[in-house]
Each structure stands twice: as C-alpha cells, then as structure tokens.
C-alpha cells in the first residue's frame, strides 16, 4: 500500500532554514507528483508547491518563491522540501501528498516549530 | 493567481440534517476542484475529486456539484462522525493550486 513517511519534528531559530523529507513506498516513485501543504496552528491549508520526481521540475506558489526548494532522490524515493529565512509565521505543520491535480495520499505531518 | 472561497465559515447542524457548504473560483476552472475532510491532528482526506467523482470507500452521502466558478458540497444526512473542516481544492493548468479557507462543522 502507498506510503508517505515524513521526518520528525523541527525546532528553529528566526532566519535558519528547515529541510524535511517524505519518503515514499508501495508506488513507482517517479510515476507521481509530489506536494507540499502546510499548515499554522489553528489555520487553514495553505498549497506550497510541486514536485515531479521523474524529472525534478517543480512548481512553486507565488507567496514561497525565493524561500523554498523542492528535490528528490530516486535512489530512495525521497523528495524534501527546504523552507530558508524562517520566521515565526512559518510554525506549522508540513505535510507532503501524492497526486498532480488530485493529491489522494498524504503523509503523517510534520511540525516545524520556529522560535528564538 | 485564482483565490477561493467558502460560506459558510462554520456551521452547526443536527444529525440527520443536509448540509450544504459552497466554494466559488475567481475564475473559470473548468472541474478541477476537490474536497476535503480534516479532523483535528490528522492529515486531510480526499472525499470528491474533479468536482463531482467520490473517492472509493467514502460514504455516498457526500456529493459534490459545479463547474466553472461556482462549486457546492453536500451531506446528505449529517453523522456524528462527519464532524470535521471541509476545504474545496482547485488547481489550474499552471500547476498552481489553492485551498479555500474552510468550513467547520459541528454538531447542534
């Protein structure tokens, strides 16, 4: 069965950056996109970006250019999301989801708590 | 970017009752809409894809309708289980997607 595996939690600092990884199995890694949706306490779900892992190209939402980047590994179907210049607003859960127009599959979240 | 939103923001409701939550597109998106369900400390779920197609294994008292800009969510008859917050999805032939502000759930 497909599986999203996210790594653990983050504590951060103002203006560190954070790198959290989904890893994926019971699929064809490169066969599906991969998203990342975070989101605050309290909040709503807000859509950061896309992944192909096939050929690595991603696409981003407008309000992250700049802060984020997306990658893969096919050698352990893995992508990653790096999130640089953190700041308070960015605590948050971080969720990576399988799909391109209908995300079905989601991993179990990830807190990345930013705090001086 | 296309921006999206919901109404109501939060309803409360009796079990057994319809439920109807809306979500409009500033602009046309064809079918390309989804929802989901989120209960509190979990990861959404997928319940309705392309606007109207459930996903296997969700109960058939969720529907969803619409195309274009103007989108609708239905529970037919509301159980306890149901209590959560709904979020419609679009995404659009840039790759870019967008949720919608949600919709909490309650029962009264």
């Known amino acids: 069965q497909v599986q999203l595996v996210q790594s653990g939690a983050e504590v951060k600092k103002p203006g560190a950056s954070v790198k959290v990884s989904c890893k994926a199995s019971?699929?064809?890694?490169?066969?599906?996109?991969m998203h990342w949706v975070r989101q605050a306490p309290g909040q709503g779900l807000e859509w950061m970006g896309i992944?192909?892992?096939?050929?690595?190209?991603?696409s981003y939402a407008q309000k992250f250019q700049g802060r984020v980047t997306m990658t893969r590994d096919t050698s352990t179907s893995t992508v990653y999301m790096e999130l640089s210049s953190l700041r308070s607003e960015d605590t948050a859960v971080y969720y990576c989801?399988?799909?391109?127009?209908?995300?079905?599959?989601w991993g179990q979240g990830t807190l990345v708590t930013v705090s001086s | 970017d296309i921006q999206m939103t919901q109404s109501p923001s939060s309803l409360s409701a009796s079990v057994g009752d319809r439920v109807t939550i809306t979500c409009q597109a500033s602009?046309?998106?064809?079918?390309?809409l989804n929802w989901y369900q989120q209960k509190p400390g979990k990861a959404p779920k997928l319940l309705i894809y392309?606007?109207?197609n459930l996903e296997t294994g969700v109960p058939s008292r969720f529907s969803g309708s619409g195309s274009g800009t103007d989108f609708t969510f239905t529970i037919s008859s509301l159980q306890p289980e149901d209590i959560a917050t709904y979020y419609c999805?679009?995404?659009?032939?840039?790759?870019?997607?967008?949720f919608g502000p949600g919709t909490k759930v309650d029962i009264k």
């Open positions: 602009q046309d998106i064809s079918n390309y």
């Open positions: 392309d606007a109207s």
């Open positions: 989801a399988r799909g391109f127009q209908v995300p079905r599959d």
């Open positions: 999805q679009q995404y659009d032939n840039l790759a870019l997607f967008t």
């Open positions: 019971g699929y064809t890694f490169t066969s599906y996109y």
């Open positions: 992944i192909n892992p096939s050929g690595g190209s991603t």
